[in-house]
């Protein structure tokens, strides 16, 4: 079976540092994956996607970037973090062949908080 | 630009009550439509799917209707439980999915 996995799960970190957050997938051969943001009061949007290694797509302009150094890992990244980067950060994956017509599976997310 | 709406934001029903969230888009060229729990804190849990060609679907207590044409779909939760408490998003598919702010669910017991 297909499991997803994120961490760290909590993360406290001062304005102006970097960051690193990274999601794995285990149990299946190129997935899509999704970075998703979930700030307080706020639907879940959409910052990134991937459909294969090297291959990303940015939803929003932001302070972020993510990478796709292997098949079924994803990393969100940043070099100076600012407050507005407080949240609650979700990976998601969904079959290679999925294009939207199947669900996407999250993982257990990564709650960030920028002072 | 497709944009998903979710109504109440917030709901507290006695428990063993029959309830319905409501979930609106406004453009009706989608792959499909999925409702989704979210515990506090905690990452998304897939409840129902339903595909653009369907017009509802069933599991358990729960079952879920899309309309297309209206741009609207429900969620009716029958006989509550406290357990069934969380945040309720519903979340649109075209080549991604837009997720609406949710309706957040008290059971009360």
């Known amino acids: 079976s297909q499991t997803i996995h994120q961490w760290p799960a909590t993360l406290v970190q001062p304005v102006g540092s970097p960051l690193s957050l990274e999601c794995t997938v285990e149990?299946?051969?190129?997935?899509?994956l999704y970075w998703y943001r979930q700030a307080a009061g706020r639907g879940l949007q959409l910052l990134f996607y991937?459909?294969?290694?090297?291959?990303i797509s940015s939803e929003v302009p932001q302070n972020l970037s993510a990478s796709r150094p292997q098949d079924r890992q994803f990393i969100l990244s940043s070099k100076k973090l600012l407050l507005s980067d407080s949240g609650f950060y979700l990976c998601?994956?969904?079959?290679?062949?999925?294009?939207?017509?199947?669900?996407?599976?999250f993982g257990p997310g990564t709650r960030l908080l920028v002072l | 630009k497709q944009e998903v709406t979710q109504i109440p934001a917030a709901l507290s029903v006695p428990e063993g009550e029959n309830l319905v969230l409501n979930c609106s888009f406004t453009d009706s060229a989608i792959y499909n439509l999925q409702w989704f729990r979210q515990d506090p804190g905690k990452g998304l849990t897939s409840l129902l799917l339903i595909q653009s060609s369907q017009r509802e679907q069933t599991s358990g207590r729960l079952n879920a209707s899309l309309d297309k044409s209206s741009g609207r779909s429900t969620l009716y939760i029958a006989a509550s439980q406290p357990g069934d408490s969380a945040t309720y998003l519903c979340?649109?598919?075209?080549?991604?999915?837009?997720f609406g702010t949710g309706t957040r669910l008290k059971v009360l017991a």
């Open positions: 998601a994956w969904s079959p290679e062949e999925a294009g939207g017509r199947e669900t996407q599976y």
């Open positions: 979340a649109v598919s075209t080549y991604k999915y837009i």
């Open positions: 991937s459909v294969g290694i090297g291959q």
């Open positions: 149990g299946t051969s190129n997935p899509n």
